[in-house]
Nanobody
């Protein structure tokens, strides 16, 4: 069973919006921290946003005010609402779960055209 499954990526024009979802299996969602990372072409992986089990959020400066991370503790799902997308947001977006163990999703491609 794949521990984390992302969905919601795609192609969008600059200024548009997308919502990414990450469904977690079983006990993984009780991990202390859920997060989204991204890795653009030729770039290092970078942290986009985090949310703790208590709901405390943090964002990278480059996405603050445009992206919102949230979690549904009933559906075991974490979301990333992305608004006002820019071409530089183009990347593979990966879901992360951290606690006693860490887990990564396979990633979902987001492409923003200018």
């Amino acid at each position: 069973q794949v521990p984390l499954v992302e969905s919601g990526g795609g192609l969008v024009q600059a200024g548009g919006s997308l919502r990414l979802s990450c469904a977690a299996s079983g006990h993984i969602f009780s991990s202390n921290v859920m997060a989204w990372y991204r890795q653009g072409p030729g770039k290092q992986r970078e942290l986009v946003a985090t949310i703790t089990r208590a709901g405390s959020r943090n964002y990278a400066g480059s996405v603050k005010g445009r992206f919102t991370i949230s979690r549904d503790n009933v559906k075991n799902t974490v979301y990333l609402q992305m608004n006002s997308l820019k071409p530089e947001d183009t990347a593979v977006y990966l879901c992360y779960a951290g606690g006693q163990y860490t887990y990564w999703g396979q990633g979902t491609q987001v492409t923003v055209s200018s």
